[in-house]
């Protein structure tokens, strides 16, 4: 797992768009929220992606970017971004490179089946590329709410 204070691993991953979006265009710029989420347009994740698009002037004003990231298609993405108006970019790891390296791809069971699946997890990486918060198995109601008052916080 990873912890803060760490490097953030890099990526280099397409969006939604099929642009190609690496960490390390934010080094120096903007700081970071990168949240992890096992499907495009499933309850839980469709709440996670409505919060943060509500906030996301909010995330803009304190130079923040925020990112998501599963491993559906550049496709599925752009379904899901037009059905809700996402303001987010999402980001198709489709290889899971991405939730390999922030340790989020893992083993689950429900009703007896284990299987591999994203961990819900979101991370804060600061304009120097390190994490500054670090959240796995996080609950998507009132977690981009508190992610902005994470990045208040370390602001001040």
């Not at 469709?46 to 925020?66: C, G, H, K």
């Not at 970019?89 to 922030?102: H, M, P």
């Not at 120097?128 to 998507?140: E, K």
Request: aromatic residues 8%.
């Amino acid at each position: 797992m990873l912890e803060k204070h760490q490097p953030a691993p890099l990526f280099s991953c397409e969006n939604q768009q099929q642009q190609h979006v690496n960490l390390s265009d934010f080094k120096g710029q903007k700081n970071v929220v990168l949240y992890f989420y096992p499907k495009d347009d499933t309850p839980g994740c469709t709440i996670e992606a409505n919060d943060f698009t509500r906030l996301a002037p909010e995330f803009a004003q304190l130079n923040t970017v925020v990112i998501g990231v599963s491993k559906d298609s550049c496709e599925s993405h752009q379904a899901f971004i037009a059905k809700f108006e996402l303001k987010i970019d999402l980001l198709a790891d489709v290889d899971g490179a991405i939730c390999e390296s922030y340790d989020v791809w893992r083993e689950r069971e429900k009703d007896g089946v284990k299987k591999m699946a994203i961990l819900r997890s979101t991370f804060i990486i600061d304009k120097q590329g390190l994490l500054t918060y670090v959240g796995y198995g996080v609950t998507p109601d009132g977690h981009a709410q508190a992610m902005l008052t994470e990045i208040k916080q370390a602001l001040c």
